[in-house]
């Protein structure tokens, strides 16, 4: 995209990463394919979000908000053939399980359409803060997110978090701070 960044800027990344690691560890379950999941959807999310802003540049008739609603569209074109071919078969069990998790048919579907009303949201504003910020930026604010998760979930439901992970959360967040620091000095 033409963008170059100090290198104060590349090194506030790694305090980040190292820190987003370890605030992650240690969770109750691990599994190396959950991992490599979580890696492919951040890399695939960065390279949506790269992409995303050149094509706002390229095209200014559209939108962040419509933007995010052609991506939605083809998406589910691309995925739902693809979902109902690999997991269709279990959609009826998992449907009843998770009814009787929520209490009835009904309940689950109100926290469903919750659900969906609160993610799309989430996206459209993100898309909103895309047009106006660089894809780097989005993306530091986007893994400080996931500390925000973290720190949310022992405010909230009283998550036992080790002393690493309350290290690593100081270390994204310090991180946070020396990008931002290094952003103001690059405008100056």
């Given at each position: 995209?033409?963008e170059?960044?100090?290198?104060?800027?590349?090194?506030?990344?790694?305090?980040?990463?190292?820190?987003?690691?370890?605030?992650?560890?240690?969770?109750?379950?691990?599994a190396?394919?959950?991992?490599?999941?979580?890696?492919?959807?951040?890399?695939?999310?960065?390279?949506?979000?790269?992409?995303?802003?050149?094509?706002?540049?390229?095209?200014?008739?559209?939108?962040?908000?419509?933007?995010?609603?052609?991506?939605?569209?083809?998406?589910?074109?691309?995925?739902a053939?693809?979902a109902?071919?690999?997991?269709?078969?279990?959609?009826?069990?998992?449907?009843?399980?998770?009814?009787?998790?929520?209490?009835?048919?009904?309940?689950?579907?109100q926290?469903?359409?919750?659900?969906?009303?609160f993610?799309?949201?989430?996206?459209q504003?993100?898309?909103?803060?895309?047009?106006?910020?660089?894809?780097?930026?989005?993306?530091?604010?986007?893994?400080?997110?996931?500390?925000?998760?973290?720190?949310?979930?022992?405010?909230?439901?009283?998550?036992?978090?080790?002393?690493?992970?309350?290290?690593?959360?100081?270390?994204a967040?310090?991180?946070?701070y020396?990008?931002?620091?290094?952003?103001?000095?690059?405008?100056?």
């Amino acid at each position: 995209m033409g963008e170059s960044f100090s290198s104060m800027t590349y090194l506030s990344l790694v305090p980040i990463v190292a820190g987003c690691s370890l605030a992650a560890m240690k969770e109750i379950s691990f599994a190396w394919g959950g991992l490599n999941g979580a890696l492919i959807s951040n890399l695939g999310s960065v390279l949506r979000n790269v992409f995303s802003k050149k094509l706002l540049n390229e095209f200014t008739y559209i939108d962040g908000i419509n933007m995010y609603a052609l991506i939605s569209i083809i998406s589910l074109c691309y995925l739902a053939p693809v979902a109902f071919f690999v997991e269709g078969s279990t959609w009826a069990a998992g449907w009843t399980t998770a009814a009787q998790a929520a209490g009835s048919n009904a309940k689950f579907i109100q926290l469903l359409a919750a659900g969906g009303v609160f993610y799309h949201l989430y996206n459209q504003v993100s898309y909103q803060a895309l047009t106006g910020i660089s894809p780097l930026t989005f993306s530091v604010g986007n893994t400080m997110k996931r500390v925000a998760v973290i720190v949310s979930s022992v405010l909230f439901f009283k998550n036992y978090v080790s002393p690493l992970n309350w290290v690593g959360t100081g270390l994204a967040c310090l991180g946070a701070y020396l990008y931002s620091n290094s952003k103001i000095k690059k405008s100056k």
